[in-house]
């Protein structure tokens, strides 16, 4: 049984998010306008906010259940993150960046190839502060994809890069999906993206879905 | 065999010339001799917490009796020491007035005194101004210290012309000098007592005789104390 | 005063590095959790942890160097319990001089620590957390690395109160020389001799040296930390 | 031990917070210039000034008491230009009680500023810049606010030793009652005479008060500033 | 005589940019791939650069030209600048943070106003923190657009936003363009955005104009 069910209740001060989606496809993008909730809902399945009611099912197998207890802490959810804005750790290089997830994962990707997923080949020894914006981004796809997590969330990870590099970053990321069976959920704008790697468009408006 | 070493606690103002005579006891008999200074409250309050002292030497009475009395010393073995005296310092360049107190008394400037309430010295300064007639007028001109040494400095830097202080601590200042040494009809009875602590009641009595003796009297002497005779 | 240093003051000067050493290792484990839980956890009893770790500041180092020696003296609880089961004696020793700096050392070690724990974005430990570290690799591999400039400056603060503690070692420790008599213990000694101005002047001079030192090293490794991140 | 404070007691504590916080106030400008300075620039002569800075903590408060009378006495250059020109003096004063605090509180003070302008994102002054905001401007609006943390620690530390600050007060100040006697020299004066420990303890309980005062201050401003980013 | 000429030359460790336009146009957009130095040479036309050489004159104005000592600092340069990452003050509210440069311009917008352009009316107390990506990003627009710049450097400017607040921006900052005949660089990857702003396109790579 594939595919992606989950309700989320969570409240940032005066908004509120009220969402369920139960989908056949393992692959899922969230689209809305800009403060529609789409940040807070990805928060609420990566455990990030602490007061979130949230139901997760990947195929078919409860990953979180807050009503029952089963509410395991970020750290042991197995859910990867592509946050909207970079958070690369400063002080790391960027290679012991990507590599920050390895030793808790059961069968992390090579540094290199994470970087190769993401064109970055040859930056292990970089600082992050010395990437442009396009880099730094591309860095953090490579850290959360390199623990092979079970359910990868990405917010807009390829905002800011032209289209050749985001077409390119698409196909890695589509073969990536294809061999590994990872269930993913997008927060994009961008149409061809979400056609190309999701299977489930599923559209939020101030907090609910529509 | 080598005898372990002594430890005596001790008033700061002493560390000199215990010093030194702690140097010529090793030389005499081998034996090594550690000294912990401190001031003289201090010095009692470790001895009642368990310092690990073989004998102790205090600047004034009243803490002695109260080791004596808490059983912190060996009642028989204490003794008075050393006598001390007073004497009014000014700086070495100073001019000579003929009673510096009483041209104090109508001119300006202050007079550096220990604490009385909490320093033997400056305690037996006011005994001595009150006897005088001075206490009243000199009060508010006043620098008190929390200890000799502090009086000392305020007279070296000029921040009181003169200071009351024991005669054993203007010796070996060549910036200071004595204007006065009051006599001996009106110096108060400053005395030093010693004792052995339970610990040291075996080890440490020959130390406690040498501090009565001769050559540690000579010493003593040199640093302005007035050995007390042993009975 | 270029004179070659006399074994008296050899021996204070080494005795005091070893005194401030372990004071400063004693202390700065603590003093990194202490910061951390003050930074991030809200907690019942969390201001008298905070007036606990900061009476030493306010207190006349007399005063802490008594209630020392109340607590761990040979005839106070817990040093008549060290001395019963581990043989250990902490008043009048080097060991107890070291205990008296640490304790003077700790609100300064403290503090700066939480300051940089405080101004850690948690967006990053978020991040680890994402990638499977749990909170104790957070800890170790984020936010301690990122607090590690409030880590120099609280070591540097602490080391040299420890280094520069008098009131409570003499109280707490005593002077005895070559045991307990460190150096800013020594100045106070030498100080009090008529004369001794000589004496204190020269241990005075090797204080400064040492903490310039101290001072220098710190610099460096701020520098690295702070370009690391550029 | 809840009978009202005597007129002695209360002349003590009103003093010491007089001195603590005058010593506050004096400290306060200057060390946010240092400390911005520190962390901000690269000059030759820098490890000079951060060694003088923290001299005070290295020292025997007892010596840095006699480095402030040899130069602020009444003989000492800068003590003698003062009386001349201003006719202040500051040994037996209660100001002298303050500079001494306000020498010995300057490392403390200094340390948390910088390191909280270091921690500052260069980015968010370089966005100042670009809306038109000169240097100076950019330090008060942006960079100073930014680094408030670190203000209000390096306050509470520097409060909190210059109400603690002893050695050095005694011996430049002396221990003039109703003028220069603060808290912890009257507590000291009070552990010297035998018997005095019901009036010491008194007087400590009194610090460990104002202290934890000072410490519910600091940590509600300090919970204001972190809310207010979050 | 309207235009925008410039030619700058600037180091980051490896990279090296190297660039000269002359554009009859005084709107111009940057386009190249990430990496391509695009952020570099805007924050060295801003001031921010403090090794660049740079060369800048504006409608037939010199601004700088570091070579004769013009070289005015970033706060006198009239140069505004909206950011790759947002860059809000943490300490300040939205409409703090907005109107943040009132003071040191001769003709600001009232907040309400450069609040409007972005489609954030009443916003004005909200904690930066508070805001969602694309909210974050329209405050800082808002910022560097308050004090009327002689200059208007964009980075990104709309990255993150649906097609129809992106459509209500550009449609804003157009006409604010019209109107007032602000020069303005865009970087940006979204070929509809340049085509509408922009009369003039230069495209990077590896830090020299293709
Ligand atoms: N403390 C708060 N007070 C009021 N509203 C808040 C608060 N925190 C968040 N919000 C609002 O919650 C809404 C959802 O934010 P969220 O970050 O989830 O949006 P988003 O869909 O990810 O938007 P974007 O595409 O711009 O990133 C936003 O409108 C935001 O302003
Ligand atoms: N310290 C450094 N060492 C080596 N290369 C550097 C350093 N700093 C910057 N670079 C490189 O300079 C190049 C230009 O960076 P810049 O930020 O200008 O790119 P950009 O065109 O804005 O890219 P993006 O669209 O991704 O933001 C990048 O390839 C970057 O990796
Ligand atoms: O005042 Mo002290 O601070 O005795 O070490
Ligand atoms: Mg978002
Ligand atoms: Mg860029």
């Known amino acids: 049984m594939s595919g992606l069910d989950f309700r989320v209740r969570a409240r940032r001060d005066d908004f509120e998010l009220d969402v369920q989606v139960q989908a056949a496809s393992s692959t899922l993008a969230i689209v809305g306008r800009s403060g529609a909730g789409k940040t807070t809902l990805l928060q609420a399945l990566a455990g990030l906010a602490p007061r979130a009611e949230v139901r997760l099912a990947v195929d078919g197998r409860a990953v979180v259940d807050t009503a029952t207890r089963l509410d395991p802490p970020a750290h042991a959810r197995g859910v990867g993150y592509v946050f909207q804005d970079g958070r690369l750790f400063p002080h790391l290089s960027v290679g012991a960046n990507v590599a920050f997830g390895a030793r808790y994962a059961a069968a992390p990707m090579s540094t290199a190839e994470a970087l190769a997923l993401v064109d970055l080949a040859g930056f292990e020894d970089r600082r992050p502060r010395s990437l442009s914006g396009g880099e730094a981004r591309r860095a953090a796809l490579a850290r959360a994809l390199l623990p092979r997590p079970r359910l990868l969330l990405l917010d807009e990870p390829f905002t800011g890069l032209d289209d050749e590099r985001r077409a390119r970053l698409t196909g890695n990321l589509q073969r990536l999906r294809d061999e590994t069976g990872v269930p993913l959920i997008l927060v994009s704008h961008d149409a061809r993206d979400v056609e190309q790697l999701t299977d489930h468009v599923v559209e939020l408006r101030d907090g609910r879905v529509v | 065999a080598e005898r372990p070493p002594l430890t005596v606690f001790a008033a700061a103002s002493l560390s000199d010339a215990l010093g030194e005579i702690g140097r010529a006891w090793e030389d005499e008999t081998g034996q090594a001799v550690r000294f912990s200074f401190a001031a003289s409250g201090s010095v009692a309050r470790q001895i009642e917490a368990g310092a690990p002292a073989d004998a102790v030497v205090l600047a004034d009475r009243p803490w002695m009796d109260r080791l004596s009395d808490a059983g912190r010393i060996e009642r028989d073995s204490r003794i008075d020491l050393l006598r001390n005296r007073l004497v009014v310092i000014a700086r070495a360049d100073a001019p000579d007035m003929g009673d510096p107190l009483s041209a104090l008394a109508e001119g300006q400037g202050r007079v550096a005194i220990g604490d009385p309430d909490s320093v033997p010295a400056g305690a037996y300064a006011r005994e001595w101004l009150q006897g005088r007639g001075l206490w009243e007028t000199l009060q508010p001109r006043l620098a008190t210290a929390t200890d000799v040494r502090a009086v000392r400095t305020f007279v070296q830097r000029g921040e009181a012309p003169l200071g009351i202080v024991y005669r054993s601590d203007a010796e070996g200042t060549p910036d200071l000098r004595v204007l006065l040494e009051p006599p001996a009809a009106e110096q108060p009875d400053i005395v030093y007592p010693a004792a052995l602590t339970p610990k040291g009641a075996a080890a440490a009595r020959p130390f406690l005789e040498y501090l009565r003796g001769p050559r540690a009297g000579q010493i003593f002497r040199a640093h302005g104390f007035e050995p007390v005779a042993a009975p | ?230």
């Open chain 3, 1 to 230: 005063m270029i004179a070659p240093l006399s074994s008296f003051e050899i021996e204070a000067l080494t005795l005091s590095l070893r005194v401030a050493s372990a004071a400063l290792l004693g202390v700065i484990v603590p003093a990194a959790a202490l910061g951390w839980v003050l930074a991030r956890k809200r907690f019942a009893g969390k201001w008298l942890v905070e007036a606990m770790i900061n009476l030493p500041l306010v207190l006349p180092p007399v005063v802490v160097g008594l209630v020392l020696l109340t607590v761990f003296g040979a005839r106070g609880p817990v040093g008549r319990a060290l001395e019963a089961m581990f043989g250990v004696t902490l008043a009048f020793h080097w060991t107890g001089a070291a205990v008296a700096a640490a304790v003077m050392a700790l609100p300064l070690v403290v503090r700066p620590l939480r300051l940089a724990f405080e101004a850690i974005d948690p967006h990053l430990e978020q991040a680890a957390a994402t990638l499977g570290a749990p909170p104790w690799q957070v800890f170790v591999r984020v936010s301690l690395p990122l607090a590690m400039p409030g880590l120099v400056s609280g070591a540097l603060l602490g080391f040299a109160r420890a280094f520069g503690e008098f009131g409570a070692t003499i109280t707490f420790a005593g002077a005895i020389s070559g045991e307990t008599q460190t150096l800013p213990v020594a100045i106070y000694i030498a100080l009090q001799r008529a004369g001794g101005e000589g004496a204190a002047f020269r241990l005075a001079i090797l204080s400064i040296v040492i903490s310039v030192v101290a001072l220098f090293v710190t610099e460096a490794i701020n520098r690295r930390l702070l370009e690391r991140r550029r």
